[in-house]
């Protein structure tokens, strides 16, 4: 820069005596507009005081509009005239006060920018004075004009203060319930500050906008009887934002933060909880389908980012995976899935978790995020092991057995493959080992029940020792002591009912193969104990 001024005084620059030294720039954090070109500003008094100057011009423009219903004083298009001519008096004012102080001034611009806007609705939507067509023509043109005052104001404040007004506006002022040209009106904000946001660099404007827009369409799809176009303008809302998100990330080479990226999911979810309630209205069979196709768009984005981003970790992987877990239980597993194919969610899931660990990175090990995905998993998983537990407890359909018998499978397999993860975690080693056995006692016995009292005894008694042979062969402890929950099912059948009410050969039975199972598995246990010494 200063061989540019010198060149253009023609100064002959003088040679330096000793060697200049230029410290390298640091690089660790990206170059924004407001690190580079301007120092950051601390907030300064009378910035409230604008914006609250700021809402008096917006409600006094709002009031012009509106005036002609109350008094008559003027005709309708004089009052848009004037309302017109009152926002473009902000913005030159805003102009002319830039050099003094662009902080403040760039309010005025933000002013204007929300009068044209809400102006060009009331044009259309309470006096109808311009055609659909020409009222888009006319957001359309002042979006660009928005954009356009951005590139020479370049204040964060100016695109913020303007979509803030620009989507709550009309919903104080009640011009959103009069026709469906607001759902594209907000259409054309979100499109213009999606824009902005790249130029502005600010990840802060993609909030505050994709937060107001789905507000604002959610509010506007209470009062009107479309609810399939409303479907359409948030699902456009959505890929708007997720696009302009994504396009930002790679113009500035510059991923979410892991900060900015948890500010994004609680309005996904409000994406999620309202978009699903309208499609519930125009399409119950596909709302399910279409909600599961939103959860595979951002997981898509995501998958696109990271091969953009190689060699980074991407911090917006936690909350994808958590938006995507709770879309999948809500629509895939309770609205998609019957009552008869739940039952078999949770037999695969337990084969999956098998061979499938993830373990998230270690700075954002603690992120609630990477929590939800395994809350859902564990919900899943007890809801249905407990609805298995009580089918077989009951058993009214014999088809419960089949899959009682392939649960019970499925959590051995768990239990006799994933050696390093019971070691790291042995009390869901312990858990696993305790549901397998409640399972099996309630299979075994209705299978063997029409058999005869010594076949439920028998069955129960060899399932224990089968349990402590293989903890004998693997010398697993825990393993070993979990079989005595069974034997004391089994001997508490063989002493208290067995003993009591069965035949006498029964009787007589039952106990010798009780005495017989206790003392081989006492005698196993004993050499258990040996281990720990």
């Known amino acids: ?10 100064i002959t620059p003088a040679i330096p005596r000793q060697p200049i030294f230029i410290p390298k720039p640091d690089v660790s954090e990206p170059q924004t507009y407001d690190t580079v070109i301007k120092p950051s500003e601390t907030p300064k008094p009378g910035n409230w005081m604008g914006t609250l100057a700021i809402i008096c011009f917006i409600l006094a423009a709002g009031f012009i509009i509106k005036l002609s219903i109350d008094t ?57 004075l311009i055609s659909f067509e020409t009222a888009i023509v006319a957001v359309s043109a002042v979006s660009l004009l928005c954009i356009w005052l951005y590139l020479h104001i370049k204040h964060d404040i100016y695109p913020i203060v303007a979509a803030a007004g620009s989507y709550i506006a009309p919903i104080i002022l009640g011009l959103h319930t009069e026709t469906v040209f607001s759902l594209y009106y907000f259409i054309m904000c979100s499109f213009a500050f999606c824009i902005i946001s790249i130029w502005v660099h600010s990840r802060t404007l993609t909030l505050i906008a994709s937060y107001m827009a789905i ?65 519930f209205k125009v399409a119950p069979s596909l709302a399910p389908w279409i909600s599961l196709g ?7 984005l995501y998958l696109l980012a990271k091969k953009a981003f190689p060699t980074q970790t991407l911090s917006s992987e936690a909350v994808v995976i958590a ?15 019957t009552e008869s194919m739940r039952p078999w969610l949770f037999v695969f899931i337990i084969i999956a978790s098998a061979f499938i660990s993830y373990t998230p990175p270690n700075e954002h090990k603690n992120s609630l995020m990477y929590k939800i995905p395994t809350w859902c998993l564990v919900t899943i998983l007890l809801v249905e092991y407990f609805s298995i537990v009580s089918h077989l407890y009951t058993l009214r359909d014999p088809s419960w057995i089949m899959v009682g018998l392939a649960a019970f499978a499925s959590i051995w397999f768990a239990i006799l493959t994933n050696n390093e ?56 402890a825990i393993m070993a002591r979990s079989a005595t929950f069974i034997l004391a099912f089994a001997t508490a059948k063989a002493l208290l ?5 069965a035949p006498t050969i029964i009787r007589i039975f039952c106990l010798i193969l009780t005495g017989v199972v206790l003392y081989s598995s006492g005698f196993l246990m004993r050499k258990i104990a040996q281990w720990s010494r």
């Open 421 to 476: 993860h019971k070691q790291r975690f042995p009390l869901s080693g312990t858990i696993l080992l305790g549901s397998a056995h409640l399972i099996a006692i309630l299979a075994f016995y209705q299978i063997t029940k029409d058999m005869g009292s010594l076949a439920v005894s028998a069955s129960w008694l060899i399932y224990a020792l089968a349990v402590i042979v293989i903890a004998s062969s693997r010398k697993d």
């Open 323 to 337: 938006f995507a877990s709770i879309v999948g239980f809500h629509a895939g597993y309770m609205e998609l899935m």
């Open 72 to 128: 008559g004083w003027l005709t309708p298009s004089r009052q848009i005239g004037i309302a017109y001519l009152f926002g473009f008096a902000l913005i030159s004012s805003g102009f002319g006060l830039l050099k003094i102080d662009s902080g403040y001034a760039s309010l005025l611009p933000g002013g204007g920018i929300i009068v044209l806007y809400i102006t060009t609705l009331a044009a259309h939507t309470y006096h109808h």
């Open 1 to 10: 820069r200063l061989s540019s001024i010198e060149r253009c005084l023609d």
């Open 497 to 501: 009912y067995d003993a009591a009410s």
């Open 215 to 279: 507000f604002s369409t959610a509010i506007v799809g209470s009062t009107l009887n479309q609810p399939s176009l409303i479907v359409i303008m948030l699902g456009l809302h959505f890929t708007i934002f997720i696009g302009g998100t994504f396009a930002h990330s790679i113009f500035k080479q510059e991923p979410l933060t892991e900060i900015q990226a948890g500010n994004f999911f609680p309005v996904l979810l409000i994406f999620y909880a309202s978009e699903y309630h309208f499609l």
């Open 294 to 300: 939103f959860a595979a768009m951002l997981l898509a």
